[in-house]
């Protein structure tokens, strides 16, 4: 076992739900051809000035208030100077020591059980361009839609020690932010990226290890590979005693590895000032107060809702609760049909992989509730059997029918035809005279055999306690 | 205090070439905007802002209300140089 303990802090970067961008009145939308949602301001024009959007400031509150922080009640906004071609100005407006957000906590399921994670601040700030790179030109070419759309940057405290924490931290404040109604939190859109902090201590040392950052992961699965490789990464370096290098990191998706960018700039290089165009805004008690008022049901007490009053096990709970559309989704289906435990593992097992794969998104779903529990009514009542409701949701998705209709044109409905059963079972019989004897001197086994048989004939759509019953029926008369 | 160690360091990060002759007059440039950050940074706001109440309160601020972005041409009309409605710019290896 390694001797040194992986310590992680995250630097996650949610897109803040409003209609326009943070400091222009540019429209905020994913996609859209290049450079046609840019103005003067957001396109770094000299002489322009960027005027504060305050939608952005109330849901960066509404996130601080999800996550446990105290709002600062005077909230500056600052320079951050660098100098790459995404954004134009050659300085991105963020927040430096008066963010909106200070010091919070949100609760995890850490690998030793419940663990707090401590977040440092969040402050807001705008996001950068897209640069697309010409190898053969040796140029870039710069699409400037996403310079000014309004972030949340959350930053923790190095309180993880793995990947699997990452990934807890990461869903659980996800999922915050999209139950305060702030953010979609979509990974695949960039609505929701993180920066990963890494270092590794000694057991037995009580000072923290040269730390390496990894930059733009946006998806779990990088995030969670990305960790992994670099905990690999730096224990080889350590156990051959070779030197860790602070320096900013990207992760190569297709060679699983993590890469050098260039030499860690410190905070002293960004050179922060007060940004001089934008005065200073203070937030008062009754700001405070009128918009926790606002502020939707927590996660927390519908997880509260799903493990104490339906009786889900916490793991399918935690899954539900994730995304805010499918705990939406799922509210709406029990209303209909209260069987919480089957309506969970449906949603949980069906269709959150084709949410996983991307045909479906979580808060678009192609069927109504209404639809789906008549699915899962349909399938709990054997009137449709559980392969084939797992068929009929396919078909729902691909063609927006309703299940009943596709159960229908499938000729996918349980057979209640109790003579024909009665035919295929008296066939079976007679046909698998071994099985039977078999069974009959005491092999009880076999029974599962000749059940197979059978459904078989009946191409899965009878009823299987109306076949176990006239099956049994036919075997006793034998004895 | 800034130097031309400086200078070149900080040329090194904005990926720019400085050549040596023209790094002390940078030298002089560059003091005076650092100067004048400085005195930014020693304003000390937050204390005014609560002695007097003033400042910007949540409700002055800017709605949240759609606006017709610019026609891309007009964007892109100064760009020296520009291609399929983007901005091109040199590449800049990582």
Sequence with gaps: MSSYIPVIGLEIHAQLLTQTKIFCSCEVDFGGEQNTRCCPVCAGFPGTLPVLNQEVVKCAIKAGLALGCEINRYSKIDRKNYFYPDLPKAYQISQFDSPVCLSGKVKIEGDKGEKEIRIHHAHIEEDAGKLIHDDIENTSLADYNRCGVPLLEIVSEPDMSSAEEARAYIEKVSGLL?????????????????????????????????????????????????????????????????????????????????????????????????????????????????????????????????????????????????????????????????????????????????????????????????????????????????????????????????????????GYLMNDNTDEIKEVVSSVVSEFTEEVTGYLAGKEKLFGFLMGQCSKRLAGRANPKTIKEILEGELTKLR | MLDTALITYLAELSKIEVEEASRPKLVAEMSAIVELMDTMNDLILEEDFQKVGEGVHLNNLRTDVCKASYEREKLLQNALYKKDGFFVVPKIME
Excluded at chain 1, 237 to 244: D, F, M, Q, R, Y
Excluded at chain 1, 307 to 314: A, F, I, S, V
Excluded at chain 1, 326 to 347: G, Q, R, T
């Design chain 1, 178 to 410: 999209q139950y305060a109604g702030v953010s979609l939190c979509r990974m695949e859109e960039g609505s929701l990226r993180a920066d990963v902090n890494i270092s590794l201590k000694h057991a037995d040392a009580k000072e923290l290890g040269t730390k390496v950052e990894i930059k733009n992961l946006n998806s779990m699965k990088s995030i969670v590979r990305a960790i992994d490789y670099e905990i690999e990464r730096q224990t080889k370096l350590l156990t051959t005693g070779e030197p860790i290098v602070q320096e900013t990191r990207k992760f190569n998706d297709n060679r699983g590895v993590t890469v050098s960018m260039r030499s860690k700039e410190d905070a002293h290089d960004y050179r922060y000032f007060k940004e001089p165009d934008i005065i200073p805004v203070i937030i008062t008690e009754e700001d405070i107060e009128k918009l926790s008022k606002e502020m939707p049901v927590l996660i927390d007490e519908r997880m509260q809702l799903y493990t104490k009053e339906y009786g889900l096990n916490k793991a399918d709970a935690q899954i539900v609760v994730n995304e805010k559309g499918i705990s939406d989704f799922y509210n709406d289906v029990v209303m209909i049909y209260p069987n919480y435990k089957a309506v969970a593992n449906f949603i949980v097992v069906e269709i959150l992989r084709y949410v996983n794969e991307g045909e479906i998104q979580s808060n678009h779903l192609p069927f109504s509730a209404e639809a789906f529990a008549t699915l899962v009514k349909m399938s709990e009542e054997d009137i449709v059997n559980k392969n084939n409701a797992k068929a009929i949701l396919k078909l729902m998705i691909e063609s927006q029918k309703g299940p009943m209709e596709i159960a229908k044109e499938q």
